[in-house]
């Protein structure tokens, strides 16, 4: 259902009152969106709902008499959905509020307090967006990586097999050793040339990169994420290393063994990991 003109969204609203559905819609064409949405109440509607198109944004009343906010959330999740659920509530004490961020919720709104609903919608519609661009970029990066090496082991192989062919051919040991590293030397520069390619591709993008490897160890951080961490080009990464720690968002430091990134090597599914990062020249 279309009401006004204003930015278009998907909104699928988990709620058994249309009056509810009326004020949440009405806020968001106040806000400056254009909302198509669909009310469902229970689960087999909620599953067809999720199945039958792609949302932008969930709003699902905390507690309905067949269904609720957290049920909508445990098949958003199971299906490996990244759609942001926001729930609705008449009322959110600690435990309502960490029940509903440990389900999966990406805010709550109280229902006699509507105004907090744009901006959270406007915040987690971009978020979301934000998410999809870095891991579509990831994805390629990943496709361009698996392709060097693809082409590098096709390149190797094939120059193998010459030089296989060319020892039966020739005599003299000092020509198939030239050959051996002429391949060798075309793979090595096969494979720099890629890496710069990939190298060049992360330092370019908005978002803040850092990689580390097996270790631990920090080997690279490009440009966007020295800006938003306040790191002088001047800084070495073994300076930044000793130089920075992770603290929760109430500001309660992180012990090193349960920082996303090493929970990460240890095998651990890390999602929706937030904590600020505190170094000698900027707060983040």
Sequence with gaps: TRRMMGTPIR???????????????????QGGFDPEYQIVDTAEATAAALDGQPWDVILADYVLPRFSGPDALRMVK????????????????????????????????????????????????????RRHLYNEARRQAEEELRKAYDEMERRVSERTA????????????IARREQAEEALRAARYEAERREAELRSFITSIADGVAIWDAAGQLVFLNDAARQVLGVPKDISLDQFSKSYELRTLEGESIPEEQWGSRRALRGEEVRDYRAKVITPWKEA
């Excluded at 010459?162 to 040991?173: D, F, H, P, Y």
């Design 162 to 173: 010459e030089l296989l062919q060319a020892n039966v051919m020739m005599s003299r040991e």
């Design 78 to 129: 199971d299906r490996g959905l990244d759609t942001p659920v926001i729930i609705i509530s008449g009322r959110i004490d600690e435990e309502v509020l960490a029940a509903a961020m440990l389900a999966g919720a990406r805010d709550c709104v109280l229902k006699n307090s509507p105004a907090r609903l744009v901006p959270a919608v406007r915040r987690e519609i971009a978020d979301a967006r």
């Design 11 to 29: 909104v699928l609203v988990v709620e058994d009152s249309e009056p509810e559905t009326e004020l949440l819609i009405r806020e968001l064409q």
